[in-house]
């Protein structure tokens, strides 16, 4: 059995990967899929307490239930945002966040 710690370096390793790529990066895409990275990392982490924390042999669905929910919930943002992403970038014919600092127009 894989210990707990594995999991959670794991899941810091992809929070930590996707903070950067909010940060660093200027492409709206970009920024978007690493903001899902960062929510995969919480949902990784989530599963991981909850796999840990069984008790007497059974195992706790706790984290795996909340999980879906969110993985449910990601999925419609997925879809709003891109909708916001295809919008703008029809109008203004960048995907730059540099460009697209004001909402005029």
Same mark, same amino acid.
Do not use: W
């Given at each position: 059995?894989?210990? #707990? ?11 930590a ?9 200027r ?11 960062? #929510? ?18 059974l ?47």
């Open positions: 059995m894989i210990p #707990l710690t594995h999991y959670l370096i794991l899941s810091g390793v992809l929070f990967i996707g903070l950067m790529g909010v940060i660093v990066r492409d709206i895409i970009v920024i978007f899929m690493c903001l899902e990275m960062m #929510l995969s990392a919480a949902n990784l982490s989530l599963v991981a307490f909850s796999r840990a924390q069984g008790t007497m042999g195992p706790n669905y706790d984290g795996q239930a909340l999980s879906i929910f969110i993985l449910t919930i990601a999925a419609a943002e997925v879809a709003i945002g891109l909708a916001l992403i295809v919008s703008l970038y029809r109008a203004r014919r960048t995907a730059s966040t540099q460009d697209l600092n004001t909402l005029k127009d």
